[in-house]
């Protein structure tokens, strides 16, 4: 099933796109009046305030760099986190590291006018950069596909790209509904995700959201630790399928040669799938696409 969770994300997304395109020709082409000052809420406790349009941005989330790209802004990022694929415009220095450790004194020394960072962003850390360079911090929605959607408005216009924002929404918006009508008829399946030694996700995050969407139902949620998932508890629940992210080294051959799910009737069956990480964990412009691989991956019946 591997082989067929990433075929064809291309097609059906792009096709979604185009008539997104073809819909927003009556979309505003000139440049707009400055909305400053421009105040949104984000994920933080408290409404950010821009007085102008900031000029050297930090993303401290790949997702986050992907939509200010997204936005057009992407000529404004001076620092992002590692695995980002900065643009051939875009000329920018790695402030996080694959680690996931922050590189708290290159943040500081790029002069951010704007830091924008994820819930899951390290909070001392981004506190430190906050108050050594009294830049603000938008703090980017990120556990659903419609804070994602939230994200791109509240992004557009924070950066002064209001026009920009409301095209990816529709594109995105379009792209999301082709891949749920494809769905339409899908029965529920039930499944694990394994990011590593049976660690598995939060209930609050992406790809739990993306699963729940792609008419999957987690048999971890409500139960989901900081540890492994206990393995008594997963041979019980028993799941249709079994997902795994790519960061994780599982295979279907270790889960087949483990005395601990072999027996699993997804492992029997190889009903088994790797999900690429850095696209179903990222809050971004491609949620879409991660929303398709992963229903391809619970329901691939419903894209042949």
């Not at 643009?87 to 951010?112: F, K």
């Not at 971890?220 to 992210?245: I, R, S």
């Not at 270790?254 to 799938?273: C, E, I, N, Y």
Request: with cysteine; aromatic share 4%; proline share 7%.
């Amino acid at each position: 099933m591997v082989n067929r969770v990433l075929p064809a994300l291309a097609s059906l997304i792009a096709a979604a796109v185009v008539v997104a395109g073809c819909s927003e020709r009556a979309e505003p082409t000139a440049e707009l009046p400055s909305p400053y000052p421009v105040t949104v809420q984000g994920a933080g406790d408290a409404p950010l305030e821009l007085s102008a349009a900031p000029q050297r941005i930090v993303a401290l989330d790949a997702g986050a760099a992907e939509l200010v790209s997204a936005l057009g802004a992407g000529e404004r990022l001076v620092g992002v986190p590692a695995g980002y694929e900065a643009t051939a415009d875009e000329s920018v220095d790695e402030v996080v590291r694959a680690t996931g450790q922050i590189d708290i004194a290159r943040a500081v020394a790029l002069e951010p006018d704007l830091i924008v960072a994820a819930p899951n962003t390290d909070r001392v850390d981004l506190t430190q950069i906050e108050r050594q360079t009294d830049a603000p911090v938008y703090l980017q929605p990120a556990s659903s596909v419609d804070d994602v959607k939230r994200a791109v408005v509240e992004l557009g216009w924070l950066l002064g790209q209001p026009v920009e924002a409301r095209q990816l929404l529709a594109a995105i918006k379009d792209s999301v509904a082709a891949v749920e009508s494809r769905l339409a008829d899908a029965e529920p399946v039930s499944a694990f995700v394994d990011t590593g030694f049976f660690i598995t996700i939060p209930d609050r995050s992406l790809l739990a959201d993306l699963i729940a969407r792609a008419h999957g139902v987690n048999v971890a949620a409500g139960k989901a630790g900081l540890g492994p998932f206990p393995l008594d508890e997963l041979v019980a629940a028993d799941p249709d399928v079994y997902l795994a992210t790519s960061d994780s080294d599982v295979t279907i051959e270790s889960l087949r040669k483990s005395p601990d799910t072999a027996a699993l009737a997804a492992v029997r069956g190889g009903h088994f799938a790797v999900l690429p990480a850095e696209l179903v964990t990222r809050a971004g412009p491609r949620v879409a696409q991660a929303l398709e691989a992963v229903a391809l991956a619970l329901h691939p019946d419903a894209f042949r």
